[in-house]
């Protein structure tokens, strides 16, 4: 039974002789010839091949209390109980046309509401004339070779190649670790393309990050720009930064039938071996749709990524486009740069709980302090040095330069404008600990400062205790 079949059901907006047409000519064997097809020690499946009876079971006797009233010429007889009218079928006492014009009177009796509803209220009328209106028009060809592939450009069109950035999902803490990585991204994607920062809030969102609290979802990201810019205040200004969301919503039609679409193209295995079995849930599904479509709707010729998760969504999307956009659209070129770990002790120590082995972007000076200076540091040992990390991805990388600050007797300033230099200083002993550790110290709290000044304004205010509301209920729960 379908919409596209009129006759092969009764649907709520059909008149009384729709129904008494449909029920006349719907299909009723007779219990002889049900008999005759069957075998002889078996009674009549009278059930499973009258859609009548159906009708009858499941839409007359679902109500509770629910009767039946059978017409006969003589007088009409009540029943109370579904097996009791199949009973007087099966012994043919109900005729096919008795019981035909009887469930044409209840169910136009069960529809009738619904007509008077349509018919009394104004608005509830148009409704259903524009609906029935646009069922009436004849679906047009799709545009795309494959199948209602809707390949609109929902950002502004340029010759320009772009390049789609991802920023992570929403999490629990906004780190240094996090900002640099995305910063080092924007780097390399400007160089030869326009730029697209995509912020997927409501991919974060069907993940259940911070327990789908979407105004959190949206502070972390507002927060987290607000950061990159800080810490590196030019490196956005040649890149358009895009709410999924608004992404999605600034041509919902098209998305939501390409998203579609893709999903019945993309087999269930095959997201699997993307997150892996026992992280499946339905909400991945709709993430992992939501960032192919994301891809094919802004026509990314290239995916920037630092996440492990992102650059496998990102791998799916080309080789979707492979596949099923020959000739359509060019395979997306795939960058991952890892991430940029910056633990202050060894990893085995990790957890997203311990946030004494990260910088983040909330912490104090006396935090940094804290944690740098209980950070490992062994002398001489370049295996495992984080402040050397810090040093060569964070203080050089943003600033160009590093000063050690010792007294005469040590040495005196050293200054270094290579990661190099300082490694191999630090594996000969010519840089200590001891040294390293106040300079570092001093930079990551200097980097940090202008952040830090922005979250005391007003109106950033809100948003940082939004967020950071929401952090406090999901450690109490």
């Not at 069109?157 to 929403?170: Q, W």
């Not at 770990?341 to 935090?367: K, Q, Y």
Request: with cysteine; hydrophobic share 40%.
């Amino acid at each position: 039974m379908s919409k596209s079949d009129p006759e092969s059901s009764i649907f709520m907006d059909d008149s009384e002789d729709d129904v008494a047409r449909k029920i006349r000519h719907a299909y009723f064997p007779s219990p002889v010839e049900l008999y005759r097809r069957g075998s002889s020690k078996q009674p009549p499946d009278l059930d499973s091949s009258n859609p009548c009876l159906d009708y009858l079971q499941y839409i007359i006797f679902s109500q509770p209390n629910a009767t039946f009233t059978v017409f006969f010429q003589d007088s009409p007889v009540v029943f109370e109980s579904f097996e009791a009218v199949r009973e007087k079928i099966l012994t043919g006492v109900i005729t096919e046309e008795v019981l035909k014009t009887s469930l044409t009177h209840a169910i136009n009796a069960l529809l009738q509401p619904v007509r008077d509803y349509f018919r009394k209220n104004d608005r509830a009328r148009f409704l259903l004339e524009s609906v029935k209106q646009f069922c009436e028009k004849k679906p047009t060809a799709p545009s795309s070779p494959i199948m209602d592939i809707k390949l609109t450009c929902l950002v502004k069109a340029t010759d320009t190649l772009i390049a789609l950035v991802v920023a992570p999902f929403a999490q629990s803490d906004v780190t240094l670790a996090d900002c640099v990585s995305l910063i080092r991204l924007l780097f390399e994607a400007t160089t030869n393309y326009r730029v697209v920062l995509l912020m997927p809030d409501w991919g974060s969102f069907s993940l259940n990050a911070l327990n789908g609290d979407i105004k959190a979802i949206r502070a972390y990201y507002k927060i987290f720009t607000r950061a990159v810019s800080t810490l590196c205040p030019n490196v956005l200004s040649r890149v358009e930064v895009i709410l999924q969301s608004a992404l999605i919503l600034s041509s919902a039609g098209d998305y939501w039938t390409t998203a579609i679409h893709i999903g019945r193209k993309v087999p269930l295995q095959r997201l699997v071996a993307v997150n892996g079995e026992e992280n499946m849930c339905a909400g991945f599904v709709v993430s992992a749709l939501l960032f192919v479509c994301d891809v094919f709707q802004c026509r990314a010729s290239a995916i920037f990524c630092y996440s492990a998760l992102l650059e496998r969504l990102a791998t799916l999307a080309t080789s979707f486009a492979e596949v099923h956009l020959k000739g359509v659209l060019l395979p997306p070129k795939v960058v991952h740069i890892p991430k940029t770990e910056l633990p202050l002790r060894h990893l085995l120590e990790d957890s997203p709980s311990n946030s004494d082995n990260r910088i983040s972007l909330f912490d104090s000076a006396t935090d940094v302090h804290r944690k740098l200076k209980r950070s490992f540091c062994e002398p001489g040992n370049i295996s495992f040095c984080p402040p050397l990390l810090l040093l060569e991805h964070v203080v050089l990388f943003l600033e160009k330069r590093f000063c050690v600050q010792r007294t005469l007797e040590n040495g005196g300033d050293v200054l270094y404008t290579s990661a190099q230099q300082a490694w191999q200083d630090y594996e000969e002993y010519a840089l200590h600990p001891g040294d390293l550790k106040p300079s570092i110290i001093t930079s990551v709290n200097s980097i940090l400062e202008p952040f830090r000044a922005l979250i005391k304004e007003n109106e950033f205010k809100k948003l940082v205790l939004c967020y950071k509301n929401c952090i406090k209920k999901i450690a109490t729960h």
